[in-house]
C-alpha cells in the first residue's frame, strides 16, 4: 500500500463533464505534484504545489485546474477535457528540508478515460 | 540539456541472471538520481537513489554504479526474479530546485522463470 492515496482509481467521464481527482498524503510533506502518464511512457509532470502555493504550472491547458486545500490534499479539477486527456494521473509528494527536495512516493493513479 | 537516455527500452532475463539498465545525462547541476519501479496498474515506486559524491549505492540484489565524469549512471539486478518484471525509469534533479524530476524513457524489464 502506497502512503499517498488517490480516488477515484477509475474516472470516465464524458467531453461535458466536470470532475476531481483527489490525493491525500499523511507524511507531512509540504511539496505536492500532479502528473500525468501516458502507457509506455514515463511520467509527465503538470503542477507543483510547495507549502500549498503553485510553484510549477507546465504549460497545462486551463481544462485542468488545481487545488490545494491544505498541506495534505491535492485536487485535480477537470473541465471540458478531450479525448487525447485519457491516461493516468498521479500525485506525489515529497518532504522539503532547508538542503532541498527529498525523493517524491507517488500514488497508484486515477485511470481516467474521456468519451 | 535536460534530457535523461535510457537504454535499452526493453529486456529479458533469465531467472538468477542480471539485468542491467543504463542511463545518461548531459545536465552537470543535477545532483540526485533516483529509479523508480512501476507495475501494471500502479504508481512508480522509488527504488533506490544515489547523490553524485558516491560512485556506487548498494540495496539488496539493487546497486547503482554511477560515473560522474561519463554522465552515467546504471542500475543492476543481480539474481534476477520473475517478481522483478516491471518498467524501471531512471530519473534525474537538481533538489535545490523545486526537485522535479527529468525521467527515462524507461525500460520494461521481463524475467523468464
Known amino acids: 500500500d502506497t502512503e499517498v492515496t488517490q480516488t477515484p482509481k477509475h474516472l470516465v467521464m464524458g467531453m461535458t463533464n466536470k470532475k476531481s481527482l483527489k490525493c491525500e498524503q499523511h507524511?507531512?510533506?509540504?511539496?505536492m505534484y500532479w502528473y500525468k502518464q501516458k502507457a509506455k511512457k514515463p511520467p509527465e509532470l503538470m503542477f507543483v504545489?510547495?507549502?500549498?502555493?503553485?510553484?510549477i504550472n507546465e504549460s497545462v491547458p486551463s481544462r485542468f485546474s488545481p487545488e490545494c486545500p491544505n498541506s495534505s490534499l491535492l485536487n485535480l479539477h477537470l473541465h471540458a477535457l478531450q479525448p487525447e486527456d485519457s491516461a493516468l494521473y498521479l500525485c506525489?509528494?515529497?518532504?522539503?528540508?532547508?538542503?532541498?527536495?527529498?525523493?517524491?512516493?507517488f500514488g497508484d493513479g486515477t485511470r481516467l478515460s474521456i468519451l | 540539456q535536460q534530457q535523461v537516455k535510457q537504454s535499452p527500452q526493453s529486456l529479458i532475463v533469465q531467472k538468477g541472471g542480471i539485468s542491467i539498465i543504463n542511463c545518461a545525462y548531459e545536465?552537470?547541476?543535477?545532483?540526485?538520481f533516483p529509479w523508480y519501479q512501476q507495475f501494471p496498474g500502479k504508481g512508480p515506486a522509488l527504488l533506490i537513489a544515489?547523490?553524485?559524491?558516491?560512485s556506487e549505492k548498494k540495496e539488496g540484489r539493487f546497486t547503482i554504479s554511477f560515473n560522474k565524469s561519463a554522465k552515467q549512471f546504471s542500475l543492476h539486478i543481480m539474481d534476477s526474479q520473475p517478481g522483478d518484471s516491471a518498467t524501471y525509469f531512471c530519473?534525474?534533479?537538481?533538489?535545490?530546485?523545486?526537485?522535479?524530476?527529468?525521467f527515462g524513457q524507461g525500460t520494461t524489464l521481463q524475467v523468464k522463470p
Open positions: 506525489a509528494s515529497s518532504q522539503e528540508t532547508g538542503t532541498g527536495i527529498g525523493p517524491q512516493h
Open positions: 507524511m507531512g510533506h509540504r511539496a
Open positions: 504545489y510547495s507549502y500549498e502555493k503553485l510553484s
Open positions: 545536465n552537470t547541476a543535477f545532483d540526485y
Open positions: 544515489i547523490r553524485p559524491d558516491v
Open positions: 530519473a534525474a534533479t537538481y533538489r535545490s530546485n523545486t526537485g522535479k524530476l527529468i
